[in-house]
């Protein structure tokens, strides 16, 4: 049998190992860091279609990982700290924690990748595999798959709350069509979210939805979690296995495969590679560690879709009805028109509320961000110490189009909100973003609490002085008008405010055998190594227009079959 060691369970790692159990010449085990979680012991906060509070609770994250978002890299006076980044460390990664969107991006984001040289991609080599891995619940056709792990589906009509449902009105008045389907041909206009919500309107997670309890029995599975992966290990230039140690403590152990694939996501699976001594040969000799491969591209590429909010408080005839309602009801999908950027660059999520307490439901708004950045920043090693998180610099609004096209975004949200249809739903309209102040104040402990509950009753009553209140204790004195009577602050607010929408990606991208910093093929296969793959939103050469999760699972389901191919004939390699 051929042993297969698949190293991060998330939503990479699950379809992976599912998909590759099926051949019984293969012995599969998956390694994972953080707890298990199948459909029998997923939580509330987690079972819930409404994800504003699993993504706080530090045993779903990894809690020490921190992130630069938009300043420049280094020793600099204006550089701010770094912000705690949230990524998921559980098994179904972050389909178990994420927003539960379940959307592709365009085709032409995979004919790119193509043209980019990654072997093999294309939108018509992807959409088999879109199909292959959802049941979508509403739609058919030649698009869309009825019968695979994944249900899809979209709100009802009377799911929507107040707000969202007259926010999409209103943009259909000012020219922005209604759209039928997120997932369709691709189109600007307004569409309610396509997300990956169970018949019984709960979350489903990768790893519930493939690893099932039928796919765990499998004698060739072996699902193993609670284990950090430390390195990959070597004979000559050929994978034979990796070392592993317990999270909580403990001896570590090795584990040999005769395949290894790399799957913990776009900030660890570097980490992972560099720790393992394939990297940038000066950087990796710098840490003292062996340069097993000098790929300088491990860690470079990083990409996210960097965002900023416009924002409103929501009257009672505007909040959502179903405290446990999904809040991203619907996006609006729009084209920027900046010269040498694709239709539908730019993404509006429109929220119901912006957080699990009383203070969210009494916020909602539209959530931009830049669908296709050009952005580019970088993972590199702090310490070869598996303990120790990388430093993650993303660099957003490095390019400038993609600060022109995010602080065209806040006009474009002031004139959505401010339409004179919202009155009935809406009071004061303001610029926000997720900072650390506001993730501080979400959290949920008891003395956020107390102001958050004393906040939303002073802003219930406040009437004519509402505004006042929110420019005082909210944005601290920014005010919409301010920033667009004033071009220099609202730049500066946007490149200050700036925020990721945890879709990094493009850390071991795919490209050309010719292109010194593509790190693996097509074929996901690492450059310069044998039996040694990465599987993950890293591997995405250019960022798609879409939240990442599904195109993950999409890559992962059509590189499982690369991996069956390869091993079940050697000869052909």
Known sequence: MTAILILGGGSAGCVLAARLSEEPSFRVTLVEAGNDLTEAT?????????????????????????????????????????????????????????????????????????????????????????????????????????????????AAPEQLSPFVAATMRALEAQGHPA?????????????????????????????????????????????????????????????????????AGGPPETIPADHVVVAAGAIHSPALLLRSGIGPGAALRRHGLPVVADRPGVGRNLMEHPSIAVSTY??????????????????????????????????????SRTGWHSLGTRIGGIFFWVNKSYS?????????????????????????????????????????????????????????????????????????????????????????????LIHGLVTQGVTLDGLLADERALKAFVAAEVGGTWHPSGTCRMGAANDPMSVCDGAARVRGIEALRVCDASLMPTIPRANTNIPTVMMAERVADLIRRDESAPSQR
């Open 42 to 154: 997923m939580p509330p906060e987690i079972r819930s279609r409404y994800p504003g509070r699993a993504y706080l609770d530090p045993r779903n994250i990894w809690p020490a990982l921190t992130a630069r978002m938009g300043a420049p890299a280094g020793n600099r006076p204006d550089t701010p700290a770094p912000r705690r980044y949230e990524q998921a460390r559980r098994l179904g990664g972050g389909s178990a924690i994420n927003a539960m969107m379940a959307n592709r991006g365009a085709p032409g984001d995979y004919d790119e990748w193509g043209a980019l040289g990654a072997e093999g991609w294309s939108w018509e080599s992807c959409l088999p595999y879109f199909r292959k891995l959802e049941a979508d619940r509403d739609c058919d056709g030649p698009l869309h798959g009825r019968d695979g792990p994944l249900p899809i589906r979209r």
């Open 179 to 247: 759209g039928a389907d997120q997932n369709g041909p691709w189109r600007d206009g307004v569409y309610v979210g396509t997300t990956a919500i169970s018949d019984a309107g709960e979350r489903v997670p990768v790893s519930v939805a493939y690893l099932t309890p039928a796919v765990r029995a499998r004698a060739n599975l072996l699902v193993r979690t609670g284990l950090l992966a430390e390195r990959v290990l070597f004979e000559g230039g050929r994978a034979v296995g990796a070392a592993v140690t317990p999270l």
């Open 314 to 351: 929501l009257t009672r005839a505007g909040r959502v009805r179903d405290p446990g309602e999904h809040h991203e009801q619907a996006i609006l999908r729009y084209s920027s028109g900046l010269p040498g950027t694709p239709e539908g660059d730019m993404h509006g999520a429109i929220l």
């Open 376 to 468: 580019r920043g970088e993972v590199v090693l702090a310490s070869p110490d598996p303990r120790t998180e990388p430093q993650v610099d993303f660099r957003m609004l490095s390019d400038r189009r993609d600060l022109a096209r995010l602080t065209d975004a806040v006009r474009r949200g002031a004139r959505a909100l401010r339409d004179p249809a919202l009155a009935t739903y809406r009071g004061p309209v303001f610029p926000a973003s997720y900072s650390p102040r506001v993730a501080r104040a979400a959290a949920p402990k008891p003395w956020p609490a107390a102001q958050r509950g004393i906040l939303s009753g002073l802003l219930d009553a406040a009437g004519p002085a509402r505004a006042a």
